[in-house]
Structure formats: C-alpha cells, structure tokens
C-alpha cells in the first residue's frame, strides 16, 4: 500500500541520515586530532588534573606545561644504566610487542554504525524487491527482519576481520627489540635503582605500595634504522583490555641508558618545540636522549581520562639507542607484567 512505502522510505532516509552524521562526526573529530597542535593551551574537555609527584624531586625540570612534560636530569647513574643494558643482553630481547589499543571501543562502534546505517537499509530494499510484485505488510516485515539478520552477521564477520587485518598492520609501528627485567633480588643492580627511584618521583609512601602500581621495567634497544611511530601510552578502552595490568597508565617514565648523538629523538608531534631548542628543523617538542636522564609525562589524567596531546614516538635511530620504561598505572598491576610480591618487598 502506499502507507507502507511510505513507511519505508521514512525509514530507509532516517537510515541513511544516521549514517551520515555519523561518518561526519568520527571524521571530524580525526581531523581536529591530527591538526591540534598547541603546546600552551586550555586541556580537552573532560582532561583534569594529572598524578601527584614529587616536585622537589633533584634534577626535575618542566620542559612543557598542560600537559605536564618533565626531563629529570642523572636520574639514574652511569653505572645502573651500564649495569640494565648487560641484563637485559643476557636475558636476550626481543621483536617490541604492538597492541591495537582501544580495539573493542573502534569494534563496538563499527558495529553500532553498521546496525543502523547500511544493515538497516539494505535489509529494507532487498524486502521491498521481494514483495513489490506481490506480497503485504506481514511479508514486507517479515523478509525486511530475516534479511537484516543475515546481512548483520555478514556485517560483524567483515568488521571482524577488518579489526584483525588493522591489528595486524600496527605491528610495523615498532621495530625495536625488548625484554622486561623483572628480578629485583640484588639490591644494587640497576632495574632496582629504577624501580626505587621511579617510586620516590611518584612521591610513594609508602615506595612499595607505590611500586606495585608499575609494569616491570622494560629495556628496549633501537638499531641503526629502527623506529617507534606515534602512537599514545594511554588506551581509551583500558577499564575492559587493560583490567588484568592495572588500567589505564597514567604516567610513563623513560631512561635514557646512553648518549645518542645523532636520530633517536622522542618527538611530541602535536606540543610545538621550545624556543631555545638546539635540535635544527624541529618544529616540535623533542628530547634527545643523554645517559642518566629520564623523561616522564601523562597519558591520562588522574581519574584515567585519555589525553592525545601526549601523542608522541621514536625518531628513527642513527646511533644505536636504549631506553628502560616504567608504566604507572592506575591500580596494582599483576605478574606477569608487574612485580612480583617478592620482587616489591625489596622496595624498601
């Protein structure tokens, strides 16, 4: 009747609107993300304030404000960052690990778009071509829900699939090798001084405490070529896919374990450079890596809220490179990629 076609063109523009607004929205907001490139400007919304640390920390120096981005000159000595390179080498390293971070959040909402854009138009064309030579409303609703249910699971299998293939793809973000270094039992080695250090930045009290909110250092060496593309320490989806390691990270402290002359430099992409930076060409936030210091910033706001101006990477090596890692994050983060309760009762 025409009631019903009238119905279903409703329908089928309601569809196609929401499909629109959609692609429009996630478009516009990958643009304005890409093109935010203030170093000195007012938070996102929602961004509050970041962990508490020790300010009166010796050798911490603010190198950016909102967000908070802090080097910490000899955080560790000479010797502790010697004594981390040969153990992590002896404990071998490594292809570094990329994990497809916010993975069920970009699924969910794929489907979400697909279940009430293209799924639901089409499963009302292909009923209305199989009624309009003959056929009434029961027909017309009952080939339009049977067809949605099949192209809804073709649908999720092809969303499937592409989150793989995508996954799959990051791993070329990263190719330097790493291992974690777990074992505190020596008191004086240095994943130990780290470990301790990283808890009196943190202004822990008490430092183990602290500590058993951090994943186990992890060592990572960057040869001649090899590079870390940008990408964000903090995940959007941390409450489901980082529930077993503490939550979201809040905070990321890197040692440089020794001096890089030329290439390896961490670049902020969207934190302009200092006005008295030395590095030729940089137009954005870089630090080069010197023996002994360390790098700390935060991925997320205190309560776990992501912040993308922390956007950052890994220059590609000239020289070769190597950084030990700290994540602190939001709750206690478990073996095996925290400490074990052996290994936090040495925190003392």
């Excluded at 990958?30 to 400007?41: C, D, H, N």
């Excluded at 974690?180 to 808890?199: C, I, M, R, Y």
């Excluded at 186990?216 to 060496?221: D, Q």
């Amino acid at each position: 009747t025409m009631a019903t076609q009238l119905l279903f063109l409703a329908l089928l523009l309601l569809s196609r609107s929401y499909l629109s607004h959609s692609l429009t929205s996630k478009l516009a907001f990958q643009k304005s993300a890409r093109t935010r490139l203030y170093s000195i400007a007012p938070a996102p919304v929602g961004i509050g304030q970041r962990i508490r640390i020790d300010e009166d920390y010796p050798g911490l120096v603010r190198i950016n404000s909102n967000p908070d981005i802090f080097i910490i000159k000899n955080f560790l000595e000479e010797k502790d960052c010697q004594d981390i390179i040969e153990k992590a080498k002896e404990k071998s390293l490594e292809r570094s690990p990329v994990a497809y971070a916010g993975w069920t959040e970009d699924f969910k909402d794929l489907v979400d778009l697909a279940a009430k854009g293209p799924v639901a138009w089409l499963s009302l064309i292909s009923a209305w071509a199989q009624v309009k030579d003959g056929g009434n409303q029961i027909d017309l609703v009952t080939h339009a829900l049977q067809n949605y249910a099949a192209i809804f699971v073709i649908a999720v299998g092809l969303i499937a699939a592409f989150t793989y293939s995508r996954a799959e793809n990051l791993k070329g973000m990263r190719t330097s090798t790493s291992t974690t270094l777990d074992d505190l039992s020596d008191p004086e080695s240095g994943a130990t001084q780290f470990v301790k250090n990283a808890a009196k930045l943190f202004d822990g009290k008490p430092l183990r405490q602290e500590a058993s909110l951090f994943e186990s250092p992890t060592v990572i060496r960057y040869e001649p070529g090899q590079v870390l593309k940008p990408h964000f320490d903090a995940n959007r989806s941390a409450e489901l896919e980082d529930a077993n390691r503490g939550g979201q990270t809040l905070a990321t402290l890197l040692v440089y374990l020794n001096d890089v002359q030329q290439g390896g430099l961490t670049r902020f992409g969207r934190i302009n450079a200092l006005r008295d930076s030395k590095e030729i060409g940089e137009t954005k936030l870089t630090v080069r890596p010197k023996i002994g210091d360390a790098l700390l910033f935060f991925p997320a706001d205190a309560i776990g809220q992501f912040d993308e101006r922390t956007e950052h990477e890994g220059c590609s090596a000239v020289d070769e490179k190597w950084i030990a890692r700290i994540w602190r994050h939001k709750e206690r983060v478990p073996p095996p990629f925290g400490l074990a309760e052996n290994a936090l009762d040495s925190i003392i």
